[in-house]
């Protein structure tokens, strides 16, 4: 095991410097390495770590999500408004819709089954876009309109809505029945999270504003209690849907905006928390990929999913209708809402497992989509921001 993480680290930041030195996302070395390293191709990372894989992508999450939250205003965010809202499903909605439209005809599958691939394919990466709006928040670019906060907000979201509409469309599937309650699950799971991270944030800077340590034992603390928070998510499903990762961002801005001086120390020491973090979540995510399935989709399966990827622009277009953006603000907004990586990795496979006669394909459609729009996306804002956004 600690031979594998020995492997994992420096052949990830081997790799990653690498990628960034020929002015390439380091993200795109990093699940490089995954696929090398991982089961289908060399096979040495050890058994206990891919067991774990998706508990430590996790970790990595919510190292960011907490970083996120630290950065956001929310004065920021309510400055954005409406837009927000509707990135937060829109775009997914529209995506979803587009590879109804386009599977059966390009793959030959039911309406059903498109469906089931487009919620698998319409989640936004937040590992990917997150880092990259705290770097766009930090540097002042798109500040006047509240860019990074719109986009920072919607793919926190999008995420919570396209797995509840996918958990929906598998027991469909699965049952011949589909309940109207998993979709009130949606605002529930949203509204529950906040309302939640919001109050232990308070009482976190209650409680640092009374007892004084070290900034290391805070981050602990949070970290600590954020782990609490998925697990609360966990054990409550059941019964009461609650957003996990939603609810840890909202402690991060809650810190931000009742005690701004210590965010500011806590966003350096998560900057920090992040180096490592990153290396394990995309080379873990590298290491979920099987190569097969993409060498053997044909040139169908890469046409869904630009197809798909179309279609979402087109939503986001839908989402920013009547707003103050520019057309180069646009332009960027498009780009920028397109990397999938991290759900793709984690429910590609469920349909699959499940025994669905279009697991298949769907796993195959979900590789191709980490593939092609982790390094479109990345590549994108990585180049393109400075650009087309003003800088304030």
């Known amino acids: 095991m600690l031979t594998s993480i020995a492997l994992i680290l420096l052949s990830g930041l081997l790799l990653g410097s690498l990628f960034s030195k020929i002015k390439l996302p380091s993200l795109l070395g990093m699940i490089l390495v995954g696929i090398i390293l991982g089961p289908y191709a060399l096979n040495v990372i050890d058994e206990s770590i891919l ?7 996790q970790i990595a999450l919510v190292i960011i999500l907490t970083r996120a939250g630290l950065s956001l205003d929310i004065t920021d965010l309510k400055k954005v ?82 797995i509840v509409v996918f958990t929906a469309l598998t027991s469909l599937a ?8 998993s979709f009130l699950q949606i605002p529930v799971s949203i509204l529950l999270g906040i309302l939640i991270g919001a109050s232990v944030g308070q009482l976190l800077v209650w409680f640092f504003k009374r007892f004084h340590m070290r900034d290391s034992v805070k981050i602990l603390m949070i970290l600590s209690i954020s782990f609490l928070l998925l697990e609360l998510q966990n054990r409550l499903e059941e019964i009461v849907p609650i957003s996990g990762l939603l609810a840890i961002m909202s402690v991060g801005m809650v810190i931000k905006q009742s005690y701004g001086a210590l965010a500011v120390r806590l966003s350096g020491k998560y900057n920090k928390l992040w180096v ?23 040139a169908f399966a890469i046409l869904l999913v630009i197809g798909a990827l179309i279609f979402r622009m087109l939503g986001v277009v839908l989402s920013l209708v009547k707003t103050k953006l520019t057309k180069k603000e646009r332009i960027f907004c498009m780009v920028a809402y397109t990397p999938k990586a991290t ?19 769907v796993l195959t459609v979900a ?26």
Do not use: H, W
């Open 343 to 361: 759900v793709q990795a984690a429910i590609g496979s469920i349909p699959l497992s499940m025994g669905l006669p279009c697991g298949q394909i």
């Open 276 to 298: 490592a973090a990153e290396i394990f979540l995309f080379v873990l995510v590298g290491a979920t990929v099987d190569l097969k399935y993409a060498l053997a989709a044909g």
């Open 174 to 181: 699965s049952t011949g029945t589909v309940s109207v309650v």
């Open 51 to 57: 067991n774990i894989s998706a508990e430590l992508r």
């Open 367 to 392: 590789v191709l989509s980490i593939l092609i729009t982790a390094p479109f996306g990345a590549i994108c804002i990585d180049n393109l921001y400075k650009k087309l956004l003003e800088k304030g």
């Open 81 to 162: 408004g409406r837009p927000a809202v509707l990135m937060c499903f829109v775009p997914a909605c529209v995506e979803i819709l587009g590879t109804i439209i386009l599977a059966p005809l390009l793959l030959g599958i039911t309406v059903l089954e498109a469906a089931i691939t487009g919620s698998v394919i319409a989640a936004v990466s937040p590992a990917v876009v997150v880092p990259r709006m705290i770097r766009l928040i930090e540097e002042g670019y798109g500040k006047k309109n509240g860019i990074p906060q719109l986009i920072l907000a919607g793919a926190s979201v999008d995420d919570v809505f396209v």
